[in-house]
């Protein structure tokens, strides 16, 4: 009696919950390491920074390119070295160089095809930025690779916090040399020009640089090699 009582419940409850159209969410899972919506990140910034399981991902749908994130959520790899809080996760090692505590990092959750591409159609729906933060044509797709690659290397010192190949330059910020995948052109230079504004209390250095120094560096982001094709 009371096993048929639970599972009339379980009937009832899924009757009236669930009707046969609704689909689930595909991004339910997620919410419990990643903020999809701007209301979900406190005031305290700084905290939410430091405390923060995953990379906000209220505005994914101006950041990423569809086609990366169904092949990347199926198969995922890691994109900052040193973890989202790089603070959390890196000890100096005997030679007084920055060693990252791998095993102290997360594996990312994988999911099958047809999940990956529900979850990405879900995912770029979300553009919850400041209207205009990332507009269409911040990148004009002219800028010069070879200037580009010399502010990244040398002048404004990009090199210290991202790397351009693997394994080359700095851990605390994601890697870029997928950024060409990975990234929407757009995204990329209105990042470049106000990190701040895109990602509260970012340690990304916020240059003053001439709109030509966005467009050089966009273009050298876009020309590297990302190794296997992703
Ligand atoms: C257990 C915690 C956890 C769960 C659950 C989780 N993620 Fe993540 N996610 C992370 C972490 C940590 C990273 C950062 C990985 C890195 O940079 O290498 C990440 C990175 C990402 C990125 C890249 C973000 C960026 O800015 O580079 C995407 C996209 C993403 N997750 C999507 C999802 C989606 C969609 C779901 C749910 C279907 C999900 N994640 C579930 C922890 C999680
Ligand atoms: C002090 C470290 C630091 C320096 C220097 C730095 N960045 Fe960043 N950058 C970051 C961090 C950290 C993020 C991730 C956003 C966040 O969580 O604040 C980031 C994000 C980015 C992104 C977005 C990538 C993504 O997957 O989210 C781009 C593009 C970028 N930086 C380009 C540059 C360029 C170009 C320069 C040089 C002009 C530069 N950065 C200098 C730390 C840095």
Known sequence: ?????????VLLGSTIFLP??????????????HALTL??????????RMERKAPDLHYAGRKFNQDWLVHWLQEPVRIRPGGVFFGRHVETGTDGQDVIASDS????????????????AALMSKSEVDAGLVPEGAYAGKGNVRFGKMAFVKLRGCIACHE?????????????????????PDFIAAMIARPQEIEPRSWMPHLEMSDRDVQNLTSYLMSL???EEQ
Not at 39 to 48: C, L, W
Request: aromatic share 4%.
């Open 225 to 227: 090699d990302p190794g």
């Open 20 to 33: 046969a159209d609704a689909q689930p969410d595909p991004l339910a899972s997620c919410a419990q390491c």
């Open 39 to 48: 209301n979900e990140i406190p005031e305290d910034k700084i905290t939410h």
């Open 164 to 184: 351009n190949e693997p394994g080359k330059g700095g851990v605390s910020g994601p890697e870029l040399y997928t950024s060409s995948q990975r990234l929407r």
């Open 105 to 120: 990092l997360l594996e990312h959750p994988s999911f099958n095809e047809k999940e990956a591409r529900d979850i990405a």
């Open 1 to 9: 009696m009371r096993k048929f009582s639970i599972s009339l419940c």
